[in-house]
């Protein structure tokens, strides 16, 4: 397949997983709120309709991980290893759902630990996979590298923010992924355009 059909299938699958996480909030029980639940606790054990956020969760993780391959030869080795690191790890956080937002409801811890623990993963795997792709655009435009620091600078902060602002983590959280998603758009555009390096 030719790289406009790879990207074009990358795009597809990033909108799709887009519109799930969209939607997923308009299904939750009363007592979710966009702004101070994150996106996991949208796709948590023993919630109603949590499926809708884990699939969005999924397609994301496949998205990259579809990327990573296709984009062997445009990223470097230690971007395509992060990147391909970062989807498994969302297709991880998708299949073992985190504790629910409700303190009294039951839940599996090991399910809840492993979702924490490809979460940790994927943020470092991220951040350095954006950062392998900056060192990379040397020859670049300026715009380009600003946006990958800026990409990894807000992977990096924005965390440390939900932890300190936990009545506005989900808002936080939901900004930190809409960096992401334009910054994975973005390199399937210059895959797409062959504009490598």
């Known amino acids: ?13 990033l909108v799709l997983s887009i519109l799930a996480l969209l939607c ?32 969005g969760l999924m397609i994301y993780g496949l998205a990259v991980i579809w990327a990573a391959v296709a984009m062997r030869e445009f990223w470097g080795a230690g971007a395509r290893v992060c990147h391909l690191v970062f989807g498994l790890c969302m297709v991880a956080a998708a299949m073992y759902p985190i504790r629910p937002w409700d303190v009294n409801a039951d839940y599996d811890v090991t399910e809840d630990y492993l979702h924490s623990l490809a979460a940790t993963v994927m943020g470092f795997a991220y951040t ?16 380009a590298r600003r946006f990958d620091l800026i990409a ?17 983590q989900g808002g936080i959280q939901r900004i930190m992924f809409l960096v992401s998603y334009v910054w994975y758009g973005r390199e399937i555009l210059r895959f797409a355009k062959g504009r490598g390096g």
């Open 1 to 13: 397949m030719a790289n406009n059909g790879q990207a074009r299938v990358m795009f597809a699958l």
């Open 24 to 55: 997923a909030p308009l299904l939750m029980p009363s007592g979710y709120s966009w702004l101070s639940n994150t996106i996991s606790e949208s796709a948590a054990q023993g919630v109603a309709h949590a499926w809708l956020a884990r699939v």
């Open 128 to 143: 350095f996979g954006v950062l392998c792709v900056y060192f990379q655009h040397a020859k670049s435009s300026r715009r």
């Open 152 to 168: 990894a600078a807000v992977a990096t902060v924005f965390p440390l923010m939900m932890l300190n602002l936990p009545g506005l």
